[in-house]
């Protein structure tokens, strides 16, 4: 089975506060993905990366940073955090992305508050 | 833009009862659909998937999901429901050359 892990599941941090979620996939993945999940929003795309050291914008970058120098992990970064970041963040990953019917395997998510 | 609209925010249903989750999305071209699952403090777990072919489709857990292209749907199914179904439950479409498109989801509450 695929088990994507991320570092914490929960984590509290104050405003200002530079955040770093880290998420490793022990199954040589191709695609990488940070999603916010917020009620009645469901999942929205943060950042993706289909190669090492590749990145690219999702639906809401703004805030946001991403570093991929290993194929397995793939880290976001808050700047500076704001409360308006306090939400469930998800890590995925895929197998390939020429096969449009590579499933997404998820992480267990981390609960970041910011204070 | 393509979207993905899950009608119903939260369900509940008896123990035992069947259930159905609709899911209807956007967007003229065949996706690819999934189904994911999201149970209290967790990550979101595969259900099932459909490519192409047999339009009827089964996953884990006994459940199933039917594409009907003509209704742009891809309905989830389950004939008896057990209380450790309930849950939060995701609709998901990826078109060629997009990334995936997310319903809102929706919450399944069992009743004893």
């Known amino acids: 089975d695929v088990k994507v892990t991320q570092s914490s599941r929960y984590l509290v941090k104050r405003t200002g506060e530079k955040v770093f979620l880290e998420c490793v996939q022990d199954?040589?993945?191709?695609?990488m993905f940070w999603y916010r999940q917020d009620p009645g929003l469901g999942l929205r795309l943060i950042y993706f990366s289909y190669d090492v050291k590749m990145k690219e914008k999702g639906d809401i970058p703004e805030g946001y940073s991403v570093s991929r120098e290993k194929k397995e992990r793939f880290s976001l970064i808050l700047e500076s955090a704001s409360t308006n970041q306090t939400s469930m963040y998800l890590c995925?990953?895929?197998?390939?992305?020429?096969?449009?019917?590579?499933?997404?395997?998820f992480g267990n998510g981390t609960r970041l508050t910011v204070t | 833009a393509q979207s993905v609209t899950q009608p119903d925010i939260h369900i509940t249903v008896s123990e035992g009862a069947s259930l159905e989750l609709r899911c209807n999305y956007s967007y003229g071209a065949t996706p690819y659909l999934f189904w994911y699952v999201q149970s209290p403090g967790q990550g979101l777990q595969l259900l099932l998937k459909y490519f192409s072919g047999d339009t009827l489709v089964q996953g884990i857990k006994g459940f199933e999901a039917e594409f009907k292209r003509s209704q742009s749907s891809f309905n989830l199914r389950k004939p008896s429901v057990h209380w450790s179904d309930a849950a939060e439950y995701f609709c998901?479409?990826?078109?060629?050359?997009?990334?995936?498109?997310f319903g809102p989801g929706t919450r399944l509450s069992v009743l004893p």
């Open positions: 998901a479409v990826a078109w060629r050359g997009q990334n995936f498109v």
């Open positions: 995925a990953s895929s197998f390939d992305r020429t096969l449009y019917n590579s499933p997404l395997h």
């Open positions: 199954m040589d993945h191709e695609n």
